[in-house]
Nanobody
Framework: VQLQASGGGLVQAGGSLRLSCVANGSIDGMTAMTWYREAPGKSREWVADITSYGKTNYKDSVKGRFTIYRDYAANTFDLQMNDLRPEDAAVYYC???????????????WGQGTQVTVSS
């Protein structure tokens, strides 16, 4: 299974972008769909996720600005990002994990990343 992330770009502070992630194969057994980001010189960090039950979770700094959506039928999930700030600039990666052997997920897939640039 390959994940294709898209939707990144250059936006002014206060603007919006919508990232999308599409899986080209079966993701049966999915437990979570997640967006991460990695800024230059920093470690990759978790941004938001949505579980198979539809529960959403957000990094504190993006709460109220970012919203994660899923479309199971289309094997896609999106990240709507509003009121973007310069500190949101990063390469955004999508991830899907699933399976459960009692210790946690048994598989996961990563997208290739999409660049988000926010000008001040």
């Amino acid at each position: 299974v390959q994940l294709q992330a898209s939707g990144g770009g250059l936006v002014q502070a206060g603007g919006s972008l919508r990232l999308s992630c599409v899986a080209n194969g079966s993701i049966d057994g999915m437990t979570a769909m997640t967006w991460y980001r990695e800024a230059p010189g920093k470690s990759r960090e978790w941004v938001a996720d949505i579980t198979s039950y539809g529960k959403t979770n957000y990094k504190d700094s993006v709460k109220g600005r970012f919203t994660i959506y899923r479309d199971y039928a289309a094997n896609t999930f999106d990240l709507q990002m509003n009121d973007l700030r310069p500190e949101d600039a990063a390469v955004y990666y999508c991830n899907i994990e699933g399976g459960d052997d009692g210790l946690g997920p048994t598989w996961d897939y990563w997208g290739q990343g999409t660049q988000v640039t926010v000008s001040s």
